[in-house]
Nanobody
Framework: QVLLVESGGGLVQAGDSLRLSCAASGRPLDSYTMAWFRQAPGKEREFVAAISWSGGSLYYSESVKGRFTISRDNAKNTLSLQMNSLKPEDTAVYFC???????????????????????WGKGTLVTVSS
């Protein structure tokens, strides 16, 4: 049983930075593609960023490209998301996800219901005030 636990969410002002973390337990995820998704109030869950098992391939949604950076530490079984220049429209619950077979690009077209992805965390709330 794999458990993904997100942390680092909170209330910040527009223009601030925040770093999210996802800690995995239960098994090593160093062979898995990992990703961040988010769900804003009243909207469907959407892709944010993904990283290959080696960290050598990164993929971002257009809305966060240049502002967010995804990274991983396989030795610690953790995933991170550095979020800079935050905007009110970044307000959402952020979810960590892991999948053995999907590439980062394939993660980018995952359905809002998350169908097909192996593991999901429960999310952490990020609120950006204007």
């Amino acid at each position: 049983q794999v458990l993904l636990v997100e942390s680092g969410g909170g209330l910040v002002q527009a223009g601030d930075s925040l770093r999210l973390s996802c800690a995995a337990s239960g098994r090593p995820l160093d062979s898995y593609t990992m990703a961040w998704f988010r769900q804003a109030p009243g909207k469907e869950r959407e892709f944010v960023a993904a990283i290959s098992w080696s960290g050598g391939s990164l993929y971002y949604s257009e809305s966060v490209k240049g502002r967010f950076t995804i990274s991983r530490d396989n030795a610690k079984n953790t995933l991170s998301l550095q979020m800079n220049s935050l905007k009110p429209e970044d307000t959402a619950v952020y979810f960590c996800a892991a999948d053995f077979a999907m590439t980062p690009q394939r993660m980018g077209v995952v359905r809002p219901d998350g169908y097909g992805v192996d593991y999901w965390g429960k999310g952490t709330l990020v609120t950006v005030s204007s």
